[in-house]
């Protein structure tokens, strides 16, 4: 290894300073022992220990010490970096040190937490906090870039979630791009009837909403879209959209539906998606009177011009505006935004998955989303509950946690399930005055006003039988259980196995993480957790950022969520993107490669190495060349360059060979 | 109970790991927050992306007195950076070739990709290599410089064969 | 007052550096105006007697070529490094350990069974081996001893400064002796060559793409190589990226790859960790079976990336070889 | 209990030869050891390494002779992979060798030997070097020597690379060809050589068949050996450098055997003494019979003494009449003594030089056809060249990889060792009696050393030139009763 010399600020003065962090570390580590091994630690010049370091008084320690001149480099000894390492960052600043003096080493996340005893706990936190000084030794003061924030928003979704975070945005002047890939917004909640505990109608509160984004003028609405492709960072991020061709002008086109009706299809044949399936529509369509926009969509698979080319098109016939237009392509848009808003949603568990309760074997089986469209007076039944026979149902059961805590589908719990259990029995029961089985596990009703809604349905004497259902079948062993379906379930709080025949089950199917989630996440670049929704930077303290800085998540594509908390993240998200481009600027770490050009062969190794095509070279100085701006600071090419010329600030080939040398050679 | 067992009896492995920022490093930040307890034998050494990771690194660890070294960075196709994880990858699978015909033990560097949320794989792992160091037992190079050489622990038997300078 | 004394001495070596500083032929007149030249074995007499009886510190320089393999090379560097001001590492051998350094990858045991017992030629069932201490009918003889391991000599002795390559270039050796009879010194540990990489004097560095893109490796003898072309774009497994200036590209001049006797730049640790970075990075596969196939093509990585460093290198020599010895 | 000498060249931590001389209770020599004390197993550490690039690992065997082992490895490889490369490949290979011949034995005879004879043994020490021959002959001629030795080696750059470490051989041929534009150069040159070694061989004529003294020297019967002598032919049994067969004549200078390098195992074995690291060549036809000559004794010698000796001529004109004039002068064929190798060489000088010039001239010399594609899997092959001390072997076998599985290297000074020692313990009887030590015998002895011009950096590591010499004389107790230096 090239000799050491010690730049900048003179003889390293290092100081150490050990945190309990109450118990949290102190009862895994030997603190005293701890503090008189680094007071052996080369440059060290001050150790000290407090409860807790990241505390006021904790940081004047170090402020202090600063201050009088008794250190000039800082290791402090407590959390993980990624939770902490700015906090102390500024504490070298407001001391008057540079920041980058400074290096923490994790002894809680990766000691204390998770070590059996003292013995071992103080044996690694020495380690780790050797390795901490002798890298510290050799830190360089650094500057931070700034670099400037694009202003503009681009909210991917727009169920309830994404709407909500749009206009709050808009209404703060933020200019944004609302992109969906249906041919309308409103999401999940756009199919609901009613929405518990108030029991209000979903469609009065959500559609207002709806028309207030397609007219807001700072809101950008690009419906029947997909992202494709993301690049840049932080503040500065250029999007691709791919807008899917809608062969339906969208300006001109008033919503009138005479298309739909003069459709050369007579009857409509293709599924209807808004009304999962329980009725048909036409290849020409507009998915539900108040779809926004009110605008007709043609497609593909179905329409028999664009299909074989050979229709006599009457739809374009009788379209007064003309907005009917077969040649219309696929067209990419490309924007720059300074922050990006994901609430992409969910999708319902698929009740097929688990047999035994012969979803899509037996009839009169439905899944809950399906009777929220078959309780909607705006629904395929008009809002009636019949069976496939045209008469009411005298029984029905109702079943929870369908794909919910199950270790053959989903472990976790989906949150909303008991609460709209409870709203779609007091419908059909209003609706029908049927007999309401609900085969529970535990009730889950936290939340304002719902336990109180639990309660007005057990009032209403709606059946509640706490117990995993069997099966369902249509095996009768009695008469009265002819013709009907059989629900076998122990009830276990009478102790018993019950059989009950119903004539209509409904299956509260759970929420999972939209069948595209990994692509979404790799085209943001960031992570999800391992039941499969996006992760968030800290469960608590960053509940709806990522580990991409600039990329937020607001609603269930961060995890199960009912409206009133997917509205409150979305506000959430919305005023973290906010203070971000109210800031004007980011701060990027300065880890970034550097090319030694006096040493530099012109080998050009690192150049196509970069996957950001940070690197040039150039010719006439026969030298490899860095571009600070378009550098992540991976260090890749640093590992690569042959002779090595090309380094990384905060990560020199000294600094990390020194703290492996810490590392290991000291305890 | 022969000499070598009886050093691996006693011997606790000493692990150099190399966590990528962004996937490897918050797992092992994640096993801690879910408090998985596991062998303490393992050091990690923070780098922005596993693309960092220079060959060097690794056989310095191994010189510095490390019995073993763990590299953990992004899945395949979830490199923060893009295509980090690949250009480890492939220093990996060089190194791992130079290493072999060194006579280091294969198993004494490990490569794992272990995503953010992967706690659990942290601790697996950790628990597995440790396991396997200490059955390969210490790893002790032969030092470098030649005054060091009585300290070494490579002191092998006096044989007829050899005379005073093999003592090394 | 009188010329600098300076002393040569070679170790575990070929005489190729010695032929080397013949090589600076007339040139060499005014060196041996500007100082005094007490020892050099291959050339003039000297006795180590004399050696001994010099005050510490009374020669100049001493240029010491050859690894370190025996216990009397080692006495000697130590008288050596006692008696001079300055000890130069001369040539690949001193510097990093040189091609007899790739006997690391052995043992003192291995090799003897080689040469004197495995090898065809051989006649010897009795399987007789040169040992230190041989009883023979007229009384008792003595060898000097070998160790297993090839050393450097700073892993023996302090070096304040290193002449590369094999042997060092003789305008290298020209400029080191004037910048040491100058007395403005550089930095101790200085390598006594240009700090920056072949790529920079190679006559064929424009031809190298900016993307490599490597997907199989060929050897020399397998393909016609190009005169004009990057060696590394062929396929060729050229060192010259991590490796020191200062040979005028030699061998790559003769269209054979470069194979590193200058050693690595200042910036580097480990030449052959580094090589191997280097060339993996410039691997096109992201499939880790067909990564393998890749570099299966390199068919020796010890030889290729530590042809001229095995005993400097970090891991220094062949593990297992080293704690079967003896056994 | 019988006395020890130590001769030792300056104490054993030299680490390079070494004689040991025990005289019995009436102080007459029982035994002269000559010992080689190390040894660096290139044998071993070949394994595991790429075929190809054995010729620029062993040329490290020996930086004075690199070009040697360069060539000896990369005929193994044409051999290896059974390809054969084209004429003009071959005749650059020859040339740039016979270029190599001519300025090693040039270095050897005015740097090395040189002194001895110009000079004069009897001259004080601080003359005996190559200034001290610059003061004999002018220092126009060691402005001419340093000159010649220059051109040659900037060619042998020009051609091979590196000329301390070629780097331009392949199996099937050569890296890179000559430019056209570069053969001119070649052919001043080798006109220039030609009348260098003519110089030489006059010099030698003038200075040393002139003085008597000399020739008695070299016609003692302390350096008379009656041994085999090996070395190549072509196919008139003249001596090449390069290429051709194995001959080996018999001390009555009768062809004994002619085999081509592949059937080396068959005539060539090789004898371990516990007291050396050097392995001792003898022809297998006759056996080991230990340290002693004639026709009953399998020790055989190489070098240029026997190359003449095992050749019926010199293939070009002005060498062949020098080669008629040596056996003229010193009564016939075979030569025995060793002290007129300094002759033969400069004849073999001459003849190289010769050699080079036909080849310089010749137009397949920058055809740029060089090379030929192995396409054969490698198994096994054997490379013979006679490098300028004499006979030497390179034999190896490898995977289909092409991967060295075993290396065996039979160089020179092996085949010479028997014969050295043969000549330390000759001269030690001849020159000590009843206790007598003569301080000359270490002038003899170093003489007889630089004959042979013994590299034992190519036979394991102890490097060629002057050797000072001390004798210790211990009595019976080994206490030291007599220090004989020669300085």
Redesign the interface.
Known sequence: ???TEIRSNGTPKVGVYVCHCGINISSKVEISKTVEFAKTLPYVTIVRDYKFMCSDPGQELIQQDIGEGKVNRVVVASCSPLMHEPTFRNVMAKGGENPFFFQMANIREHVSWVTRNKEEGTKKAKSLIAAAVCRVALHQPLERKRVSIHPDVLIVGSGIAGIHAALTLADSGKKVYLVEREPTIGGHMAKFDKTFPTLDCAACILTPKMSAVLAHPNIILWTYSEVIGVDGFVGNFKVKVKRKPRYVNEELCVGCSECIEACVYKKARVEDEFNVGLSKRKPIYIPFPQATPLVAVIDEASCLELKRRKCKKSCVDVCEPNAIDFDQTEEIKEIDVGAIILATGFKTFDARRIFRYGYGKYNNIYTSLEVERMVNAAGPTSGEVILKSGQAPKMVAIIHCVGSRDNNTNRYCSRVCCMYSLKIAHLIKERTGAEIYNFYIDMRTPGKGYEEFYDKLLKEDVHFIRGRVAEITDWAMTPEEEGKLIIRAEDTLVGAVRRIPVDMVVLSVGLEPQADTEEVRRLFNISCSDDGWFLERHPKLAPVSTFTDGVFLAGACQGPKDIPDSVAQAGAAAAEAMALIDRGYVELDPNTAYV?E????????C???CPFNAIS?DGDK?VAVVNGALCKGCG?CV???????LQQNLFT?EQI?NEIKGVVSYV | MSNDEAIKAQFEPKIVAFFCNWCTYTAADLAGTARMVYAPNVRVVRIMCSGRL???F???A??EGADGVLIGGCH?GDCHYQ?GN??A???F???K??LK????EQERVRLEWIAASEGDKVQRVINEMTETVRQLGP????P???NLIEDSL?K??E?A??????E? | MSKPKVGFY???????????I??L??DILPVIEAVDIVFW????????ADVEAMPDGDLAVGFINGAI????????VELLRSKSQLIIAFGSCAHLG???G??N??N?????D???I???????VEK?????K?D????K?????????V?TLD??IEVDYYLPG??PPVNLIKDALKTILSGELP?N?TVLAP??????ECSR?DS??????LREFK???????D?QQCLLAQGLLCL???TR?G?GA??I????PC?G?MG???????Y????????????D??D?KE??EI?NH??????T?Y?YSL?A???????????S??? | M?R?ITIDP??????HGKI?I?LNDEGNV??A?F?I?????F???A????A??MP??TS?????C?TAHHMASTKT?DDL?KVEPPASAKKIREMIYNIFVIEDHA?HFF?LAGPDFVVGPKAP?AER??LGVLGKVGLEVG?EV?GM??QL?ELM?L???????P??G???GI??PIAKEDQQIFIDVAKHAVEFGQFSLKLFNDVVLGNSEYVDYITSETYTHRTYYMGLVDENNKVNFYDGMLRVVNPDGKEFLKFSGNE??NH??????????V?F?YL?DIG?KGFVDGPESGIFAVAPLARLNAAEGMATPLAQEAYDKFYDTLGGKPVHYTLSTSWARLIELLYSAERMQELANDPDIVSQDV?I??TETPEEGIGVVEAPRGTLVH?YKTDN???IT?A?L?VATQNNSARIALSVDKAARGLISNGNVDDGILNMIEMAFRAYDPCH?CAT?A????M?L?AYVYDQNRKLIKEI?R?
């Not at chain 4, 060539?268 to 690291?277: F, T």
Request: charged share 25%.
């Open positions: 290894m090239s000799t030694q006096d040493f530099c062969s012109g080998c050009k190794t150049v196509n190495i070279f026969n890749t590992a690569a360059c042959p002779s090595g010329s080939d060979l | 220079d060959p060097q690794v056989l310095a191994l010189r395949p295509e690949y250009k990858l492939r220093r699978t060089l190194l070739s130079l015909s060194m006579g280091i790893l002790r190079l032969e470098t410089i030649y490579l092998i038997p044989t064969t050899l005379a005073k300078g093999d090394l | 070679w170790c575990a070596s070929c005489g190729g550096c010695e032929e080397a013949i090589d032929a007339e074995p291959v050339a003039l007499d000297f006795k180590r393999r025996t216990s009397e090379q080692h006495e000697m040189g091609i007899p790739l006997a990858m052995f003192r045991q291995e090799m003897f080689e040469v004197y495995k090898s065809p030629s051989v006649n010897n007789v081996l040169p040992s230190e041989i023979i009918p007229e009384g003889l003595t060898l000097p001893s070998m160790w297993d391991t050393k892993q023996v094999c042997p930095p540990g700090d920056v990489a072949l790529c920079e560095r190298k793409p900016e993307d490599l893109a050897r020399p003898h397998e393909i016609i190589i005169p010259g990226p991590v200036k040979c030699a061998c001049n003769v269209n054979m194979t006797c690595p730049t200042g910036r580097v640790t480990d052959g960790a580094k090589a191997l970075s280097a060339i993996a990075s410039s691997v596969s992201k880790e990564i393998a570099f390199i068919v020796d990585p010890v030889g990336f042809r005993p290198s970090l891991l220094h020599r062949h593990y297992q070889q080293a704690k010895r003896g056994k | 019988s020890k300056i104490t054993r931590l030299e680490g040991d025990f029982d035994r050891y010992q004390p190390e040894l660096r197993g044998e071993r550490f394994q595991g390494r790429p190809e690039d620029q690992i490290r065997i020996c930086g004075v690199p490889l992979y270095l740097y020490k070097n190559i402005k340093i030795r220059k080696r750059t051609a091979s690379g590196k000329v301390i470490h780097a331009f392949l199996p099937g890296s890179k080396y195992l060539i074995a090789e004898h371990v003494e516990p007291w050396s690291y392995r060549s297998k080991w090379r594609i192995p034999h990889r092409g991967l075993s065996n039979i950096g590591h490097l060629p030139g002057q000072p001390i230096r300085d």
